[in-house]
Every structure is written in structure tokens, then in C-alpha cells.
DNA sequence: AAAATATTGTTGCAAAAACCACAAAGGAAC
DNA sequence: GTTCCTTTGTGGTTTTTGCAACAATATTTT
């Protein structure tokens, strides 16, 4: 397998990743467009980056309504370890956007330390937490997001996070209009209604997904 | 300063406990119920443990709207570290909802290994990751409620939730009515009105903050 | 290039939620 | 015990949202 560089194998060396790969029992799976990631919604605590790929996880309730619950990018972490779980009404489950290729580890033996207690399984653990910690700050960002009582006040919330994040008032929304929606658990055609009377208001501009902020002091 | 026992620093010694304090720069705090917690909303990033009373974090955005966006108990972790950031629009504070007793650390030093690399400050980290963990999967769990569309899938998702966790099917709100509207982030009276349909439906018995969950098929 | 599929854009209408206002009950403080 | 304040409980009214349906573009697949 070859090596991957991404943010949790930073500061380990090559020599040294190949071993921690034993260790952590690494296997590569490969997924189609729209495949379903096996194993994400099954029982088993998973762990795994994204090499190739996006992955979108999703949940679907019981009367079939879909929500967005997170986006994955390359070289992204996966896991079921820190986020989503199932209940009984709902299934959770994960899925390739495109061609995706996964690496997934054994998520118990990442505190397991191996005998010779290496340096590196500390830097892997520093590594995986900064990953937990960016993750988590994401999740607060969506419940601020999502904690807001309409549509308008949702998607501003949205933008002014977007502007923050990238300091760029034009921004160009990562999915779809229609998976837009679902990341704001709101009504497609609500949402659209929404941006228009934001538009005619002169507060945004759109053009598709690009998304220009106007007046910044409604954000 | 007494010795705190609590997650953060399960499986430290009290003598080297007392050392950690040091290197982390330990200090505690008090406030009065009602009263902000300083720290909290400043740009420093604080790492605090609540080893005595409640704490509660808070949005306010420009239209004076609250918004619950945590609660923090005895033992608890409180940080900016890994949790809501503040924008232009929006205050978000943490305020002490009894007596409060707070030991905050300064973070910056956890990562930074002392000379003696001390095995302790990695049991530490790895704690810490323990919590941020918790935290994260609370987070996601509340994404999963907030995802839902009306008020009623909200509150039964929270059942779901408060049954898989607690084990039991008789739920006591940990916080005022009040609140948990402010929680789900959807308007009291509405809430209410739909507790009570819940109710005539025979889907739930209410009596006062203790909600009974009677058609487990429902949630 | 044509066909199939997904996305964007728009509307009328019904349902749901927010907002507002008020009364009663419960607790805390004096 | 009385006062004050918070919480609980309820109802009417307006606004917002979700739903359904459809057309027009894009985009992807064959």
C-alpha cells in the first residue's frame, strides 16, 4: 500500500508509517459513485481517511426524510467513533460521492501501545486529536447553524461562518443547491424562495452555487 | 488547591497530579449563579474543569434571540478550544447556573511535553482525547435532532436519544421546560402544544419534566 | 448525439411554527 | 405569610415553512 500524507500521519516518517500500518492493521477498500461504505453503519467502531474521493454521510428516518450529516473530503477522517450513531428509527450511512478510496484502521488498537511504545503512536494520537478537535469545532458550527429558527437566519448563519473561515465574501457552496438544503434540514423550494426575497433585498447575491455577501453587517 | 478527581485526570497519581497543576498553570475560580464566566467569550483559548455546580453556554444573536448551545455539569470539561466560536453577530458566554466552581489550565501548555516527557502527560492527553470524544459525539447527537424538520421529530429524536443513553423510558429533562425549548431551538409555546399531542396521542405521559415515553415504536 | 438523470427555479396551497398575550402554579426571598 | 419572579399551561393570529407539482437547464451516461 502505498504511503499517504495527510494530516494524521503528520511527523511520522515513511520507515515509520509502514510499521504503524501493521500495527493499526491498515487495509485499502474501494467504492463506486453512490456505493454504500459497508461497515460505517454496522456495529464495528471504524476508522479510516479518505485517499481518493468524497464521502457524504447521511441519515435516513424512518418516514424516508433524508438528511445531510456530514461532508468528507480527501484525506478527511472517518469514523463512527466520535459522531453518529444509530438509533433505533434511523440508519446512518455513509457514501461515496464519486470514486473514493478508503484506508481503515482498527480503531482499537490506536490506544493499544505497541511494546516498544513507540514515539511515533504518540504523534498519531496528537494527530487523530487535532483531527477530533477540528471535527468537533465543525459540529458546533452546524449546531449554531442549525439552532437558528428560520431559513434566512440558517443560511446567514451559514454565510457568516463561510466568510470567516475563508475571509472571502464570495462564496462558492461546496455541494449542490438540493444537498444545500439538506444541510439546513430545510425545504428545498422554501430555501430558494428564501435566497431570492435575500437577493431582492440586495443582502446577497447569487449566481447557482456562488453565494456573494453585500452587505456584511446582516451576516 | 484540593485534588480533583475526575476524568480529566483518571489514572494520575495525586503527587503527580500536583505537578501537572504547575505545569499547566492550574487556578481556580468561583462565580454566583447567574454570574458570567469571564475567559469564556475573550479571544483566549481556556481549558477549565466544573468541580462544583453547572454551568450553561449561550448564543445571543443580534435580534437578542438565546440560544442554548450546551450545558456543562460537575466534572464537566469547558473549552473554547473545541467548541463554539464567537462571530460578529453573536455573543456566546458561558454563565454559571448555581454556585459554580471552575479550575482552568492553560492550554497552550498541554501539548507542550515537559523536559521529563513525564508518562503522566500523555495519560493526560489521552484523557483529555476521552472527553473531546464525548463531546464530540453529544455534538453530533444534537446535529441529529436540530437536522429534523418540525417539533415533533425533534422531541422524539431527544426521547430517542434520552432512552438509548439513559436505558430507560421515563425521561427527566435535566433543565426547565423553558430551556429545552430553547435546547431544540424551537419556540416554548409551540413545543408545549405539541407535548400535548404527543400526549393525547398516547405516545407520551408529561408531568411536569418528566416525560414517559410510552410507544417505544414512535421514537 | 440522444437519452436519462440531476439540478435549478418557481408557484399555489395546506400545515406548522413563531409570536404575542395572559393566567395559573410553583419556588425563592424577605 | 406575603411578595416577587420563574415556570408551566393555554389560545388566537400572523408568518413562515413544507409539500407537491412542473418547467427549464445542466450534467452524465449510453
Not at 17 to 35: D, I, P, S, V
Not at 36 to 42: I, P, R
Not at 181 to 201: N, T
Amino acid at each position: 500500500m502505498k504511503n499517504i500524507r495527510c494530516q494524521l500521519f503528520k511527523g511520522i516518517k515513511d520507515e515509520e508509517l509502514k510499521q504503524l500500518y501493521n500495527c493499526l492493521r491498515a487495509r485499502q477498500a474501494e467504492f463506486k459513485g453512490g456505493e454504500e461504505l459497508y461497515s460505517f453503519g454496522s456495529g464495528k467502531t471504524v476508522l479510516g481517511v479518505i485517499t481518493q474521493g468524497k464521502v457524504v454521510v447521511k441519515k435516513i428516518d424512518r418516514n424516508g426524510n433524508v438528511n445531510i450529516l456530514d461532508h468528507i473530503q480527501k484525506n478527511g477522517v472517518i469514523s463512527n467513533a466520535f459522531a453518529f450513531s444509530q438509533t433505533d428509527g434511523n440508519f446512518v450511512s455513509a457514501y461515496a460521492v464519486e470514486n473514493t478510496k478508503v484506508v481503515f484502521f482498527d480503531y482499537s488498537n490506536v490506544f493499544k501501545r505497541c511494546q516498544k511504545a513507540c514515539e511515533y503512536h504518540s504523534q498519531f494520537v496528537e494527530n487523530l486529536f487535532d483531527i477530533v478537535i477540528e471535527k468537533s469545532k465543525t459540529l458546533s458550527q452546524r449546531v449554531e447553524i442549525l439552532s437558528n429558527k428560520t431559513i434566512r437566519e440558517k443560511i446567514l448563519s451559514y454565510l457568516s461562518f463561510a466568510v470567516k473561515n475563508t475571509g472571502s465574501t464570495e462564496i462558492t457552496l461546496p455541494m449542490s443547491l438540493t444537498s444545500f438544503a439538506e444541510f439546513l434540514s430545510v425545504d428545498r423550494s422554501a430555501m430558494m424562495r428564501e435566497l431570492k426575497k435575500l437577493s431582492v433585498g440586495g443582502i446577497i447575491k447569487t449566481d447557482k452555487r456562488i453565494i456573494t455577501v453585500l452587505k456584511r453587517e446582516y451576516i
